[in-house]
């Protein structure tokens, strides 16, 4: 039996899957400031129309023209691998098989989309894109992508990371972006914040208001945001990940697997390597499906569902999803990629039908799950992979408890190289565990209610 | 095309290659302090006795265990990769294939070694194993093998990497290691230096003596030293690369390489994937062989052919090699893996035959390359091993100019993503080129013409 299960490149899949064309109850619609139902048009300023005719598409498969699959082959298609020595350590008969997505250049799965909204951009005439990043890793893979495929990258990072977590910064560099610390001096947004707090460590919410600004007052008009997660087209994207373990697991001599766990912060690497596995469920197969997330920023375990917005600032259109509000913000665990304060839509709905059940998991459980996984399976992951390992351990240990060979499958979204220092706390003694207060999750929350309400709709077949 | 050639975990190499067995001149034998032929038994408290019998074994082939394989498996085979972004930048007919060797999860070539070390020691009955790392990059494989295979690991680490990289520091707590700073209040050669020099950054010497005394004076006698390069039972393990490569330029369509190119710092991955051609070359092929080195450490293409001690305490053997002196201290160049001092004897005899032809770059051109790979292949390769791609993109240049269309293979030996600060460092203009003046290797060379004199033995055929 081989441990690591590679396709050919001339096998990699040559569409992306889009789950919006199979959910069995439509999505809805994102809003204007009008409360009405925005257009594509409106959205024009800020993203390329190739990329929002794919962010409402309902196409079931969208072609991957041959030019972003040249750039990918980089690096894909990704192994995926079995995890037996965990196996044996926990002793069950349960196979767990992981999509290792860490070996991209810039060490997660973030490229899979970054590359193709580069050159979507590239193509409809865009010079420049701009974007937010907090730790880095998505300033990274965007600053990779606009590097290979000729395009200038401005990233905002949060200056707390920016000072804090230089090497992220030197990476971006090295691909030719320009990284500057968030609030900068370089936008209204960020002069008006520096004015009033010249000592603010910044935030994502910032961050976005600033990068989106920059995008949509560029005289040219040759300049465009670009997001990371939580939208239809990113998670589109990342559906590479779940059409390649479908063709390895066959490889493998599997059929479905029973279980399928992502981490999840805006839900894009669990989406990715979920949709095309929710699609056998609703289809009738029998899989359960978990996207995970911390205690400390449960929005899809503790969070109403609502139309909020997708920043602090209040300047995107708003989305219905599961949310603690835009104003919320998490504790500083160390899964920084696990922070975001709502989920994208399209996983939402997936909830709300019951098609994908959300887990919540502590960071200490998370950490031990990460040095288990080192000793035995040897790599170090990224504290975010760390809630998926949780995840599965878990599902491993219920399937020895059972006597059940089931097939459980994750997704291993990154290395842990650029988040030494979490592992040092730990390590350390210094981390704790922290649950939300409810009391937090009303306060932010809250006013949401003066937004319109976004109405719960599910066939109750699941 | 496929640009990644995987190999079946099936087909890995089932034997290590052994240079020593045809070698046209036999290697002359490393010295005891009394100047005579140290034999295996005075080697017994350092190493454990089946890795010695690897180091002096002048078999061909020597098998690799299945437990070890059981373990590579988790990384290997490793890929090879063609570099068709750089050959188009280039503009070359040359086709450049690399070995990714950056994929394991200590990021670099040095678990190849450290895994069946760690077994051997521990099939000898060993229970802990100590050594020294500079950077860190050896440490953190010994941990991560140590880990693995269930022994304890003991790193000396030079204080001032302790102290300012500190990463690598926490990747070997995290595999279990305990990890301390040299010079140390835990040996006698450790407590004399601070006692003469409490405020001494250490070096690399220190470490050593620090760690072999450790293992030599353990009452249980059940702990053994371990070094990472220079010696022939760790280039021998390292020749899993090169027959791996061979393998897979076979499936890629290819006979041999026309140029075969390695970074050189102790000379192990540079020996892992170039002496199984360098076998083809003794047996009549056409292949130019090229360990590059950095100007501010030209021990191959300056130092002289001499008897010399591998540690600057001078406690070990005394090797015939090219040699800067075991006195001398290379500039803090950021390539910290290609700073000793002198060069493994097997190299040394293939050079002393013009079997090997050595190279040495200066680090802007090295860091320039480097650059130039992460923009065109896109990922950041670590600071020894841009010397290698620095060669690479002579040779396939000069390729272009012959109108040639050449194989070229080179070691990927390892990512960069632990060593950022050399390129922020280089992108600051804070980097400068360095060659050693010729008073400088005369000062710390002198010293030599006291101890035994190595002959150079050639054939003259090459």
């Known amino acids: 039996m081989e441990i690591k299960i590679n396709l ?24 204007g400031p009008d409360g009405k139902p925005i257009t594509p048009d409106m959205l024009a300023p800020v993203f390329p129309m190739n990329l929002i005719e794919q962010e409402v598409s309902t196409k079931r498969w969208i072609p991957i023209p041959g030019e972003i699959l040249d750039i990918l082959y980089r690096w894909r298609p990704a192994p995926l691998k079995r995890a037996v020595n965990l196996e044996k350590y926990l002793k069950t008969p349960a ?8 070996i991209s ?25 701009t974007t937010e990043t907090g ?24 200056r707390i990371s920016f000072d804090q977590k230089p090497f992220r910064k030197i990476m971006m560099q090295v691909w030719g972006a320009n ?11 960020g002069r008006k914040i520096l004015a009033e707090m010249p000592d603010t460590p910044g935030s994502l919410g910032i961050a976005i208001s600033e990068a989106i600004e920059s995008a949509v007052t560029d005289p040219t008009g040759q300049t465009r945001y670009s997001l990371g997660s939580v939208l239809n087209h990113v998670l589109l994207h990342q559906t590479i990940i779940g059409l390649e373990a ?14 399928v766990i992502g981490c999840a912060g805006g839900g894009s690497n669990f989406a ?13 197969a029998n899989i359960k499906i978990i996207p995970v997330e911390p205690t400390a920023c449960p929005k899809m375990t503790r969070g109403p569902f609502a139309y909020d917005f997708g920043d602090t600032a209040c300047t995107t259109p708003l989305l219905a999803m599961y949310t603690l509000g835009h104003a919320f913000i998490p504790k500083p665990i160390h899964a920084g990629g696990l922070r975001y304060h709502g989920m994208a839509p399209l996983v939402c709905q997936g ?45 491993a240990e219920k399937a020895r408890e059972e006597g059940k060979e089931k097939v459980i499958l994750f997704n291993y979204s990154g290395h842990g190289l650029m988040d030494l220092l979490g592992y040092d706390a730990f390590l350390s003694g210094k981390l704790t565990d922290y649950t939300l207060p409810q009391e937090e999750i009303d306060k932010y929350t809250e006013p949401l209610k003066n937004l319109p309400k976004a109405e719960v709709k599910k066939t109750g077949k699941w």
């Open 351 to 395: 909830i709300n039908e019951g098609l994908i059940e959300p887990k919540a998991y502590q960071q200490l459980q998370c950490y031990k799950s990460a040095m288990l996984w080192a000793s035995t399976e040897g790599s170090i992951c990224a504290p975010e992979t760390s809630h998926a390992i949780a995840a599965v351990i878990d599902e």
């Open 246 to 259: 479908k063709k390895q697991l066959k490889l493998a001599g599997e059929k479905l697997p029973d279980v």
């Open 105 to 129: 250049p810039p060490g997660s799965h973030k490229p899979n989309t970054a590359v193709p909204q580069a050159r979507y951009n590239k193509q409809f005439g865009i010079k420049k894109i």
């Open 179 to 189: 990284c500057v610390a968030s609030p900068s001096n370089e936008t209204n947004a």
């Open 8 to 31: 050919k490149e001339r096998d990699i899949p040559r569409k992306w899957y889009n789950l919006a064309a199979d959910l069995p109850t439509p999505m809805l619609p994102p809003l």
């Open 135 to 158: 730790a880095g890793q998505w300033g990274c893979a965007l600053a990779f992508a606009c590097k290979l495929i000729g395009l200038e990258c401005k990233v905002y990072m949060v």
């Open 272 to 284: 990715g390597l979920a949709f095309p596995f929710v699609a056998d469920k609703i289809n009738g």
């Open 95 to 102: 196979k767990i098989y992981y999509k290792d997505e860490s």
